[in-house]
């Protein structure tokens, strides 16, 4: 069973650990945390989702960040905590996706044109 977290403007860690704590006691083996309304990217919020995943290491629960922001991104894979907390930086869609219009670089005399 997954269960949803949200993390606000200001991440209050213990507010989230106690959600946590309840989801699983309610039988949740996995939770996604949505962190797009994160407002404020800095060094505080790092250390609040770093001690949110370690509390839902603890209680045995798989944690997942949702929705987190390119800046929020940046920031964990920087201080080496997107492998961790789960984040990828090419998650976006429309860097998975081919753009149309755009065009594969060739050499002159490649004989393919």
């Known amino acids: 069973m997954a269960a949803i977290l949200r ?6 860690v213990g507010v989230l650990t106690a959600e946590l704590r309840s989801l699983v006691a309610a039988g949740a083996t996995a939770a996604v ?3 797009s309304g994160i407002i404020t990217t800095d060094m505080g919020v790092v250390d609040a989702l770093a001690r949110l995943q370690l509390s839902a290491r603890r209680l045995g629960c798989d ?12 920031l964990l ?4 905590l997107a492998e961790a907390l789960r984040v990828e930086l090419g998650r976006q869609p429309e860097e998975r996706e081919q753009r149309l219009g755009v065009q594969e670089e ?8």
């Open 7 to 12: 993390a606000g403007s200001a991440v209050e």
């Open 33 to 35: 945390c949505d962190v």
């Open 63 to 74: 944690l997942t960040l949702w929705r987190e922001s390119v800046e929020l991104a940046r």
């Open 77 to 80: 894979e920087f201080v080496g």
């Open 106 to 113: 060739r050499e002159l005399d490649d004989p393919s044109l």
